[in-house]
């Protein structure tokens, strides 16, 4: 992270030191090369933001399909509760009925939890399709933020060769496409 602010620091001063030259056309450049740097760091957070998020997600989703594999443990001891009181009730005797009910009990419990487990999945299934969102939004970005990268390295040209203007025209170009990245990585 350090790194990139430094390179924002050293863009501004060559703007700074093709501003004392009094060339109005380096001034423009200069003023594009801080207006792409702008662009760059604001989409460079977003890039952050969204890498956090895809994380985040992927964690969540761990800890949910956590959560629905203790469901379906509990579920499967309840189905073996339920079955167990089933074969005593089947042996007959004063407790048959007692056995019954205990087996019943535990079949409604097994389908309500077997319900909770479903619903947990599917929150996990949820939060991995966030990731994979948000994962796909950080590559787009780093892509848009690279191009303005190079867009104000490109932009730099024109004031180290003096005023050309097929560097500037080019940056603005790459700037382009970098915007156009990055609103894509929304769309």
Not at 47 to 54: C, F, P, V
Not at 134 to 140: E, G, I, L, Q, T
């Amino acid at each position: 992270m350090e790194d990139t602010t430094q390179e924002h620091l050293e863009n501004a001063e060559h703007a700074e030191h093709a501003a004392h030259d009094g060339n109005p056309f380096l001034i423009t450049v200069s003023v594009t090369i801080a207006v792409l740097a702008v662009l760059a760091a604001t989409i460079g957070s977003f890039e952050s933001l969204e890498t956090a998020e895809a994380i985040n997600d992927k964690s969540e989703a761990a800890y949910l399909q956590n959560r629905a594999s203790d469901q379906w443990a509990f579920y499967q001891a309840k189905s073996i509760k339920k079955n167990a009181y089933e074969i005593a009730a089947a042996g007959g005797g004063p407790n048959k009925d007692d056995f019954l009910a205990k087996a019943k009990h535990n079949d409604d419990d097994a389908k309500a939890i077997q319900t909770q487990a479903v619903e947990i999945e599917g929150h996990v299934d949820a939060k991995l399709r966030d990731s994979e969102v948000r994962a796909h939004r950080h590559h787009v970005l780093t892509l848009a933020v690279t191009l303005l990268h190079v867009a104000i390295a490109v932009a730099t040209l024109s004031i180290i060769t003096r005023g050309r203007r097929w560097p500037w025209l080019c940056s603005l170009a790459l700037g382009a496409l970098g915007l156009v990245a990055a609103a894509f990585a929304y769309v």
